[in-house]
Every structure is written in structure tokens, then in C-alpha cells.
Nanobody, 124 residues
């Protein structure tokens, strides 16, 4: 059974940092595009960052560009999201997603594998 399991969420003050991690199991994910999405209460799920399977392309949403960095370690089947200079507006449940495709898409409907999510709360 394919699973994506996120970890690393928590409560942090504005200006602080967190690193989210997503571990994939059940198959080899080195041909998958991996991405992070987030969803705040009452809002739609939005794209945060994505990375192609071969690490040669990343895409970050404008709202997090310069503050967040996505990376992956294929032998370990993991993808990470380093989040710096966090703001209260970054508060959301963060989800890891995957799709066996050679491009990064920003639409959540295009991803067929999802984790359960990890809560990130940024206090003022």
C-alpha cells in the first residue's frame, strides 16, 4: 500500500522556522513529482512548492518564494520543505502530494497520492 506520511509541523512564533518532512513508502518514488500543498480553515487547498523527480526543477508559490525551499532525497524516498521567516498567514494544514509525471503542476486535482497532513501554526 502506497503511503505518504508527513511530520515536522507544530507551533512557532512569527519569524521562526520549521522543516516539514514527507516519507513515501510502498513503492519507489524516484519517478514521481512531489509537492507540498496547504489548506487553511475556510480556504481552498493551495500549492506551496513542487519538485521534479530528478531534482532539476523546483517551483515555489509567489507567497513563499524566498522563504520556503523544497528538496528531495530519492534514495530515502523523502521530500522536505524548509520554512523560514514564517508568518501568521502561513498557518494551515500542510499536505504532501505525489504524481508519477515529469512536470510540476500547481493544481491539487492533478495529484493522486496524498498524505494525511501536518498542522503548522504561526503565532504573531
Amino acid at each position: 500500500q502506497v503511503q505518504l506520511v508527513e511530520s515536522g509541523g507544530g507551533l512557532v512564533q512569527a519569524g521562526g522556522s520549521l522543516t516539514l518532512s514527507c516519507v513515501a513508502s510502498g513503492r519507489t518514488f524516484d519517478r514521481y513529482t512531489m509537492a507540498w500543498f496547504r489548506q487553511a480553515p475556510g480556504k481552498e487547498r493551495e500549492f506551496v512548492a513542487g519538485i521534479k523527480w530528478n531534482n532539476n526543477f523546483t517551483l515555489h508559490a509567489d507567497s513563499v518564494k524566498g522563504r520556503f525551499t523544497i528538496s528531495r532525497d530519492n534514495p530515502k524516498n523523502t521530500v522536505a520543505l524548509q520554512m523560514n521567516s514564517l508568518k501568521p498567514g502561513d498557518t494551515a494544514v500542510y499536505y504532501c502530494a505525489a504524481k508519477e509525471i515529469s512536470a510540476v503542476f500547481t493544481g491539487p486535482a492533478l495529484y493522486n497520492l496524498w498524505g494525511q497532513g501536518t498542522q503548522v501554526t504561526v503565532s504573531p
